[in-house]
């Protein structure tokens, strides 16, 4: 039997996965840390939010926007960590707008970047915008909270909402 | 709370249901049933060509959809009453008439044509340039556009279906599914009558339908949308009690109503977090009833859904419907988004089960009129681009034998149960495989189009609304998606850690079904000739 068919490049999604991972500053994936999982999942919904298309359908669920599919290519690449170092090495087209795209994105989220708590409000704001018709933060703000009734217990919540309403038009919302 | 914080809803008609009995009827969802749409979903079968092996599964979307609505209003009264889905005051009847329509948009034959417009709509929007602004992460060297592309751009660009279809879901867009059944509901909804109907109603605006549309099309937020999209919803439990009954196949009752009872919704909290759930669980007492509800779906499933002769017609109708397509015979979603743009909603009307067989009848009757201009245009830039994927002897003779119900030769068949992170696949593996399909074919001398594989690899406890056999892969089997369930303490576990549940030793088994069909009997004997002597 012809070797190719288990190596077939089957793995192409993961591996422009993991170039944009790499580009936002992740150096290899681990999925045993929740706070890990919910970082990947809120940061490609942001690159996808600034224009940036991976493929990944988002729905609501109790953390905010999560991708199933996008778990399941997670888990791929954490299971083989070739894909990912294959995945950095890529060649992209229109490389040099996706990488200042990204830029954007880090220096917009600075030390938030880590926060896996603040990118889920940012995250859960642009989507509860961009699913309905509230167009003002203390409308969206007041759906999050009534949503995630846990997020009233985060210690300066309001600055963080506040903080997130303001980066909304950059991921278009 | 009491249960007066329920919405109080008038019901002004009963319609007799063979599975749940007497279903009541507020006088806008009167008025929804009696719209020619929803009319349409009588000659839409739930089961698509299952009825081809068990007669009585003869039931249809219409059906089904009332059902859904029946069994989504008890799990808002339940929740209600434990003081969830209580943030506006017409959640209710929101939800019901989300339950209702949900399959307004379904394509003839339910999933079996669906999977075909929704694979061409995908591969073309694939090949369109990302809108203004946007960027599609491609590697270095992929093919961009292609040929027809242009046509489509400009036709979804002033597309007013499409643009709604973009603007109300634009957290799934990057998946370009935009053809998907419960996507098309919102374009079915808010292009024809049901919209007036429900905007006369005097009970919402178009705000509150753009949320029905999205509860629909699961790009809503909240508890409304698991009450349609999650392990535990109204459309799972509709259609395992109605296709069990109408198939008289036993094995799919569970008890719907101990579940219902114990349903509740919790937040993970920090010691328990989990970000792949809908909140919506089941306490400790229901926990046999949800087991049993996941063997029931299991069984149903391995004996009914994927009953080896009804995937050989489910096979051919895709294929035919594939062929077809092509040809500008049959509408892609880029043909049925222009009609409804032109307002030509007696067109949709009539894009039901009938118009397939219709079709059918047609090219069986006069051959030759396969290779006519097809009158769909956007589909018929499809053969534009390159060859043919199916040759037009092969479609009409499947399609004669859909007609006359002339099922495929079984070659080889092979189901086990295997661990899911095993590596060893199943002894017919290898013979779906490209070059392994080639050479056998050539070795065989037959043509390649009639060696007709199946692939299902099915997780136990884990099983979708349905999953369409063509698109297998695609479907999702994560922990994520497990059912979890509330102890006494009021902690939550998944049922699949649970060492005193069943479904923990199932969880991580599949149920492999690997398949060959062929045309005829000397076909299978000289297939069997060369793949006896295959190696693996």
């Given at each position: 039997?012809?070797?190719?068919?288990?190596?077939?490049?089957?793995?192409?999604?993961?591996?422009?996965?993991?170039k944009i991972l790499n580009l936002l500053g992740i150096e290899s994936i681990d999925m045993d840390s929740f706070d890990n999982r919910l970082k990947y999942q809120k940061l490609i919904y942001l690159v996808q939010n600034s224009g940036l298309s991976l493929g990944y359908g988002y729905n609501w669920y109790v953390r905010g926007p999560y991708s199933p599919?996008?778990?399941?290519?997670?888990?791929?690449?954490?299971?083989?960590?070739?894909?990912?170092?294959?995945?950095?090495?890529?060649?992209?087209?229109?490389?040099?707008?996706?990488?200042?795209?990204?830029?954007?994105?880090?220096?917009?989220?600075?030390?938030?970047?880590?926060?896996?708590?603040?990118?889920?409000?940012?995250?859960?704001?642009?989507?509860?915008?961009?699913?309905?018709?509230?167009?003002?933060?203390?409308?969206?703000?007041?759906?999050?909270?009534?949503l995630k009734p846990r997020l009233n217990q985060t210690s300066d919540i309001e600055g963080m909402l506040d903080k997130a309403c303001k980066m909304l038009p950059s991921f278009g919302a | 709370m009491s249960s007066a914080d329920v919405q109080d809803l008038e019901f002004v008609k009963n319609i007799f249901d063979n599975v749940h009995g007497f279903i009541p009827l507020t006088q806008v969802e009167c008025d929804i049933v009696n719209h020619d749409l929803f009319q349409r979903l009588r000659n839409i079968k739930q089961l698509g060509l299952l009825e081809y092996v068990f007669p009585g599964a003869i039931h249809n979307r219409f059906n089904h959809s009332l059902g859904v609505m029946h069994i989504a209003d008890k799990m808002v009264v339940t929740l209600q009453k434990k003081e969830h889905l209580i943030e506006s005051s017409d959640t209710r009847q929101i939800i019901r008439?989300?339950?209702?329509?949900?399959?307004?948009?379904?394509?003839?034959?339910?999933h079996i044509i669906e999977v075909p417009v929704r694979k061409d709509a995908k591969t073309r929007f694939h090949q369109l340039p990302p809108p203004k602004g946007h960027l599609e992460v491609k590697i270095l060297g992929e093919e961009t556009e292609s040929e027809g592309s242009e046509q489509i751009a400009t036709l979804t660009a002033r597309s007013s279906g499409h643009t709604l279809n973009h603007q109300l879901h634009q957290s799934i867009n990057d998946s370009l599914d935009y053809a998907h059944h419960e996507r098309m509901a919102s374009i079915v909804i808010n292009k024809s009558g049901i919209k007036d109907i429900l905007l006369d109603s005097g009970e919402m605006d178009q705000e509150r339908i753009n949320d029905i549309c999205r509860i629909i099309a699961g790009s809503h937020s909240g508890l409304e949308m698991a009450i349609i999209h999650s392990e535990l919803d109204a459309d799972r439990f509709d259609y395992l009690l109605r296709d069990s009954k109408q198939t008289?196949?036993?094995?799919?009752?569970?008890?719907?109503?101990?579940?219902?009872?114990?349903?509740?919704?919790?937040?993970?909290?920090?010691?328990?977090?989990?970000?792949g759930t809908s909140g919506l669980c089941v306490g400790y007492k229901g926990q046999k009833a949800v087991e049993d509800y996941l063997l029931a779906r299991y069984f149903l499933y391995s004996t009914v859904i994927y009953q080896k002769t009804s995937i050989g017609f489910h096979h051919m109708a895709s294929m035919v419907y594939e062929g077809l397509l092509e040809r500008g015979f049959v509408p892609s979603y880029f043909d049925l988004i222009e009609i409804f743009d032109k307002g030509h909603i007696g067109r949709y009307m009539n894009f039901d089960d009938s118009f397939f067989w219709e079709t059918l009848k047609t090219i069986s009757s006069d051959p030759e009129k396969i290779e006519e201009e097809g009158k769909y245009q956007c589909s018929s830039t499809l053969g534009a681009i390159g060859e043919y994927q199916h040759s037009s002897d092969f479609i009409i003779e499947c399609s004669k034998r859909l007609l006359m119900r002339r099922?495929?030769?079984?070659?080889?068949?092979?189901?086990?149960?295997?661990?899911?992170?095993s590596s060893t696949s199943s002894g017919l593996a290898h013979l779906h495989y490209g070059p392994a399909i080639e050479t056998i074919c050539r070795e065989a001398d037959i043509p390649k189009e009639w060696y007709i594989t199946s692939k299902i690899e099915q997780d136990i406890t884990e099983l979708s609304p349905f999953v369409p056999l063509d698109d297998i892969d695609s479907y999702i089997r994560l922990r994520s998606d497990s059912i979890k369930i509330k102890r006494s303490d009021s902690s939550t576990k998944f049922l699949i850690h649970d060492p005193a549940s069943i479904v923990q030793f199932l969880a991580d088994k599949q149920l492999n079904i690997f398949t060959v069909y062929t045309k005829d009997v000397d076909y299978k004997k000289r297939i069997c000739e060369v793949i006896n002597n295959y190696p693996n």
């Open positions: 039997m012809d070797e190719s068919w288990e190596e077939a490049d089957e793995y192409r999604d993961e591996k422009i996965l993991s599919p996008l778990t399941q290519d997670l888990f791929e690449i954490d299971k083989n960590n070739q894909i990912f170092e294959s995945g950095k090495r890529l060649d992209l087209q229109n490389e040099q707008e996706i990488v200042k795209r990204i830029e954007t994105i880090k220096d917009l989220l600075g030390k938030n970047i880590e926060n896996s708590e603040f990118l889920e409000v940012l995250a859960s704001l642009i989507y509860l915008k961009k699913s309905s018709a509230r167009s003002d933060c203390a409308s969206l703000q007041k759906r999050l909270l009534a | 008439l989300a339950a209702l329509l949900h399959d307004i948009g379904h394509y003839p034959l339910s008289g196949v036993i094995y799919g009752l569970f008890d719907l109503d101990q579940i219902i009872r114990h349903l509740e919704y919790l937040e993970p909290t920090t010691s328990d977090p989990d970000e099922p495929l030769k079984l070659v080889k068949e092979e189901q086990a149960i295997v661990q899911k992170s």
